[in-house]
């Protein structure tokens, strides 16, 4: 059984930092695709970043150069240091998997999800 946890969450000011873990069972996080979500109040859910299998990593637009996803097979454990944190990008946090050949498309493809993490970013 696929299960995901993510924590780490927490409230910083602008500038801060914070890293997320998301740690996995039931499967090995390098053979899925893997991904990293967020939803913000009254806002679609939106990727933040997609690991494919092969390690390459796709980056948001809006997170390039302040975020990075790591991973630790050992502990069969996700990462997303988050830097340079901004108010906008307050909002819920979560990891999701899924087990196909393509790791893009939207967010309503990957069908592992854990609960969110909170993230809250003020000024």
């Known amino acids: 059984q696929v299960q995901l946890v993510e924590s780490g969450g927490g409230s910083v000011q602008t500038g801060g930092s914070l890293r997320l873990s998301c740690a996995a069972s039931?499967?090995?996080?390098?053979?899925?695709?893997m991904g990293w979500f967020r939803q913000a109040p009254g806002k679609e859910r939106e990727g933040v970043v997609i690991?494919?299998?092969?390690?390459?990593?796709t980056y948001a637009d809006s997170v390039k150069g302040r975020f990075t996803s790591s991973q630790d097979n050992a502990k069969n454990t996700l990462y997303l240091q988050m830097n340079s944190l901004k108010p906008e990008d307050t909002a819920m946090y979560y990891c999701?998997?899924?087990?196909?050949?393509?790791?893009?498309?939207?967010?309503?493809?990957?069908?592992?999800w854990g609960q969110g993490t909170q993230v809250t970013v003020s000024s």
């Open positions: 999701a998997a899924k087990n196909t050949y393509w790791c893009g498309g939207s967010w309503t493809t990957y069908n592992f």
């Open positions: 039931g499967y090995t996080v390098s053979t899925y695709c």
């Open positions: 690991i494919n299998k092969d390690g390459r990593t």
